[in-house]
């Protein structure tokens, strides 16, 4: 019973790792595989994590980042990550189209990923559900890339 809870509550963290911004995926599978899920069970759950965020994020950034922006405590914040959105990845965005989008989410390197893939998404105003299976898409790509290079640090 307890070896259960246990691993229930490691399955947890992993998903909340792989749901925040910055250590996304990049982080959540390693930490599984260092808490000792095998491979291919930290990076289906973080996977899962990390996918769980994006139709909710797509659906209120926009409106939360305009909200939040004409706020005192938050202005300054919000103009500097649309700034900073926009100006990392509006030319690969418009000059790939979706498939900019993709590269973005599917490369997992610092700053990008599924939350930088939708506040993008927003930002340019793309299609909801062409959005969704691009985001969705590259974020199973960068899935399997890191898991890859993780069980072969870890392994």
């Known amino acids: 019973m307890w070896e259960l809870l246990e691993e229930v509550k490691r399955e947890i963290l992993v998903i909340i790792v792989a749901a925040m911004p910055l250590s996304e995926l990049r982080g959540a599978i ?5 808490l000792g899920l095998s491979p ?28 939040l922006e004409r706020t005192a ?7 500097w990550v649309k700034r900073r959105t926009m100006k990392r990845t509006r030319n690969t965005i418009k000059k790939y189209s979706l498939l900019g989008l ?3 989410v ?4 610092p700053t990008t990923g599924a939350w930088t893939g939708c506040i ?9 559900k062409k959005a969704l299976f691009v985001i969705l898409s590259g974020v199973l790509t960068a899935g399997i890339i ?3 290079i993780s069980y072969g640090i870890l392994g």
Do not use: C, E, Q
Request: proline share 7%; charged share 5%; net charge positive.
């Open 106 to 109: 599917a490369i997992p390197i």
């Open 73 to 79: 405590l938050f202005s300054k914040f919000i103009g």
């Open 102 to 104: 993709f590269i973005l």
């Open 30 to 34: 390693p930490l599984g595989i260092s």
């Open 40 to 67: 291919i069970h930290s990076t289906i759950i973080s996977i899962l994590g990390n996918m769980m965020i994006v139709p909710i994020l797509l659906k209120i950034l926009n409106p939360l980042m305009n909200y």
């Open 146 to 148: 890191v898991s890859t």
């Open 120 to 128: 993008a998404a927003s930002l340019l105003k793309l299609d909801y």
